[in-house]
């Protein structure tokens, strides 16, 4: 078998992964919860002095297939708006990797030929004016999300240049920790037309050295505001000599890095 062969046992068919584990995707569970068990019986019984872990994708619809998995030595492992995975050990000692454990957050130092920085100031914050930025989304590009949020919280069209800031905090949201990518981007328009009125009361262009003296502005912000005026950061790849990586992708190089950039 290879890394991504698909094997039919019972009612299942069964993808076996790089480390000798079954996974099994919702829509090959049966639609009752009598086959559901019978079936997984006759799996747990086929597979338990050959594979390491068998995985289970559970859809919402089928949510009272999950007790009959926890009751299987089934238990949580991590779930999405649509769907439980649960995971069984059938060896010993096999290693579970963690869930995913980090949320992912984008912020843009956006410097205009003025020498003026767009700032926002949001709702729910009793801090002063901060850097747009917010979460990223599933499957969505740093440089994309860097855009999006931009433009959802100012109005304002930019362009992402360069990382210049990569943040750890813990803990966070969930009790999980947060990765916040601060990044430089050029504007592109300059005309202020907030569209997440939601959660961001007022947007502006504030000159540089200003914001840098304001008090209510922290610290961490004047910072990345500093380095983003002393260095460039690491920019996005040339995604012509990285093309044997088959699948959607971003990789930052410091600009030295003459080959790759």
């Not at 290879?2 to 099994?24: A, H, M, Q, W």
């Not at 901060?130 to 304002?156: F, Q, W």
Request: charge should be negative.
């Amino acid at each position: 078998m290879n890394n991504t062969s698909v094997e039919k046992i019972g009612c299942f068919n069964t993808i076996l992964d790089p480390y000798n584990g079954l996974t099994i995707d919702s829509k090959y569970l049966p639609n009752t919860k009598d086959e559901f068990e019978l079936n997984l019986d006759f799996l747990i019984e086929e597979v338990k002095y050959k594979r390491n872990l068998i995985w289970i994708y559970i859809d919402i619809t089928k949510s009272d297939f999950i007790p009959i998995a926890t009751k299987k030595g089934f238990f949580f492992h991590s779930c999405d708006e649509d769907y439980v995975l649960v995971v069984k050990r059938i060896k010993e000692n096999a290693i579970i990797p963690t869930a995913a454990n980090h949320t992912l957050g984008v912020g843009a130092v956006v410097i205009n030929d003025k020498n003026e920085i767009l700032v926002i100031k949001e709702k729910i914050s009793n801090l002063g004016y901060k850097l747009p930025g917010g979460h990223i989304d599933n499957g969505e590009m740093i440089s994309t999300a860097l855009e999006r949020e931009v433009l959802e919280e100012t109005g304002i069209i930019v362009q992402f240049e360069s990382i210049i800031s990569l943040g750890h905090f813990y803990p966070h949201q969930f009790h999980k920790s947060n990765l916040y990518v601060l990044c430089i981007a050029s504007p592109k328009t300059s005309e202020i037309n907030i569209q997440d009125t939601q959660e961001i009361i007022d947007a502006k262009w504030v000159d540089v050295n200003k914001y840098l003296e304001d008090d209510e502005v922290l610290a961490y912000s004047k910072a990345v505001v500093f380095a983003s005026l002393e260095y460039r950061g690491f920019i996005k790849a040339n995604q012509e000599v990285l093309c044997h990586i088959k699948k959607d992708f971003e990789l930052f190089f410091p600009m030295e890095s003459k080959t790759l950039v």
